[in-house]
């Protein structure tokens, strides 16, 4: 694996015997993004596209999803879901740009995303147009619940904690997207302090859910910030986390995983797009209606110290 300093087609794997999996890094929020394909029927999903936001000047730009959309049409893939781990609040998902130039994909998410949006609409005072109902995604996903896409057979495994929403997506029982319920084993886990966010929760997701998958499982995660310098990674497997994860391995207790997650949550600062991220991914990817002016803003919530 390399280190990139670009955003860009990071690296590729196989899964099975005709599944492969293109990884793409988003630099600037460390995002990790994933496109499986069946590389018989040509069936597609992508896991957590990105949509660029430059918050000094408040521009949004598709630099990042085009170079999903490219590889798409280079390959001839049928895209056919977008699948999200979560609302992030650290980016802005892509799911609409890809969906207004590939219609038939299904945007889809953890059925949970409506505690999320209710929590959040009430944040951001915007419930005059905003119905914290789920129809933003095309799809609604319940704990457990199993779906087809090709040759690709995915069961959703709700991992709450980050958010109340999380979902990680298992793959033909050889794989599992993680979003940002668990990172590379030097990397720990999820922040647990948003606003519906829980460490005994994350706990349970992990513990109970996440390691008592086979050890062989080949866990794909949402985002590797690299710590230390190191070359940049994205996968690890079951076993690996449960032996080696700096904050949860198969012997970390509930109690000493939520102390430990409950303290270093206090030392985080809040993602730097956390405001704008939020809007648009609760809204399914879309950005928030315009005016009768065409113009188009983000709410800031103001606290005061
Ligand atoms: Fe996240």
Redesign the pocket.
């Known amino acids: 694996m390399s280190s990139p300093l670009l955003t860009g087609m990071v690296g590729s794997t196989r899964l099975g015997d005709a599944l492969d999996v293109a990884v793409f890094f988003e630099k600037d929020t460390s995002t990790l993004s994933y496109v499986v394909y069946d590389s018989q029927s040509m069936d597609a999903v992508i896991v957590d596209p990105v949509l660029d936001y430059d918050p000094a000047g408040c521009v949004v730009a598709e630099k990042t999803v085009r170079l999903l959309c490219d590889f798409i049409q280079e390959k001839k893939l049928n895209l056919r879901m977008i699948l999200e781990?979560?609302?992030?609040?650290?980016h802005l998902s892509a799911a609409q740009v890809l969906k207004r130039q590939f219609p038939a994909a299904m945007v889809t998410i953890g059925n949970r995303i409506r505690e999320v949006q209710k929590l959040f609409s009430g944040i951001y005072g915007i419930e005059s147009w905003f119905t914290a109902d789920g129809h933003q995604f095309d799809r609604l996903v319940a704990d457990g619940e199993r779906f087809r896409v090709g040759a690709m057979e995915f069961q959703a495994m709700q991992t709450p904690g980050?958010?109340p929403a999380?979902s990680t997506w298992v793959l033909n029982g050889c794989a599992a997207f993680t979003?940002?319920s668990m990172f590379i084993p030097d990397s720990g886990t999820?922040?647990c302090d948003?606003p519906g966010g829980s460490a005994r929760d994350l706990y349970d997701s992990i513990a109970k859910k996440i390691y008592q998958l086979p050890d062989e499982m080949r866990l794909f995660v949402?985002?590797d910030y690299q710590p230390g310098g190191r070359p940049l990674r994205w996968e690890t497997t079951v076993a690996e986390a449960k032996a080696s994860n700096i904050q949860l391995k198969a012997d970390t207790t509930r109690e000493q995983y939520i102390e430990f997650r409950t303290a270093r949550d206090k030392t985080l600062s809040a993602p730097r797009l956390l405001h704008p991220s939020v809007q648009v991914n609760i809204n399914g990817g879309q950005i928030p209606p315009a005016d009768e002016q065409g113009r188009c803003f983000f709410k800031m919530p103001l606290t005061f110290s």
Not at 85 to 90: E, L, M, Q, S, V
């Open positions: 781990t979560h609302a992030h609040a650290d980050h958010t999380c979003g940002d999820g922040r948003f949402g985002h």
